[in-house]
């Protein structure tokens, strides 16, 4: 995508202000989600606030993501109205190819959400609420992180519809983004489970003592 860009990034309008707000909530909501993520996983602080209920604390998360993924949406289309477009973006190839992207990252959004549940979707293992296997079925088995993908081909999708060059631009700064996510919260994902793993084995050896 880099070799793509280049060649494009002349037709972008470095002096608009919506350019830089769009990329600010870009980064702003996974760095809010594993921030308030973690707190609660140590502290239970969203549990807390639901007087002890991590299902609906979960739920209320699940929630405020949802609804900080349509404000980024908003302000992403905002910056690509106020950008120029490109002749190399305009006509029906471009097009096509745009709505291509956004149905199959629809695709991968939608059934990943579906194969994990509200609740494994939007970071319940933080909140106690861990899944009894891992997924290995459609998408997952075609990526590790469908969603993140799924999303990156949408904004990338948008910017071909619009025939932004700006667009294509912020498309390599969500993926580099949600790379960046994936470098955090697998590991840490993964020691949840590591943790709850350890604890089952720990309580089948005491299970065996006490036969």
């Excluded at 969603?147 to 519809?161: C, R």
Aim: proline fraction near 5%; hydrophobic fraction near 45%.
């Amino acid at each position: 995508m880099t070799s793509f860009v280049g060649p494009l990034a002349g037709a972008v309008d470095f002096e608009k202000t919506s350019l830089f707000v769009s990329a600010a909530a870009i980064a702003f909501n996974p760095t809010f989600w594993n921030i308030v993520a973690r707190q609660e996983y140590r502290n239970k602080i969203l549990t807390r606030l639901f007087n002890g209920n991590s299902q609906v604390a979960c739920y209320a998360l699940a929630a405020t993501i949802f609804s900080l993924g349509l404000v980024r949406d908003f302000l992403y289309e905002r910056a690509l109205r106020d950008q120029p477009t490109h002749p190399a973006l305009e006509g029906p190839l471009p097009t096509y190819a745009g709505y291509a992207l956004i149905a199959a990252g629809n695709v991968l959004v939608v059934s990943s959400t579906w194969a994990l549940g509200i609740t494994g979707t939007f970071l319940g293992d933080y909140f106690g609420i861990l899944m009894d296997k891992m997924v290995t079925g459609f998408p997952f088995n075609l990526m590790d992180a469908p969603m993140y993908y799924g999303s990156t081909m949408s904004f990338l999708g948008a910017a071909l519809i619009y025939g932004k060059p700006a667009g294509v631009l912020i498309t390599t700064w969500v993926l580099t983004v949600y790379l960046i996510a994936l470098r955090l919260e697998n590991p840490f994902t993964a020691g949840i489970y590591a943790k709850r793993d350890r604890e089952r084995a720990a309580g089948k050896v005491e299970g065996k003592k006490d036969l």
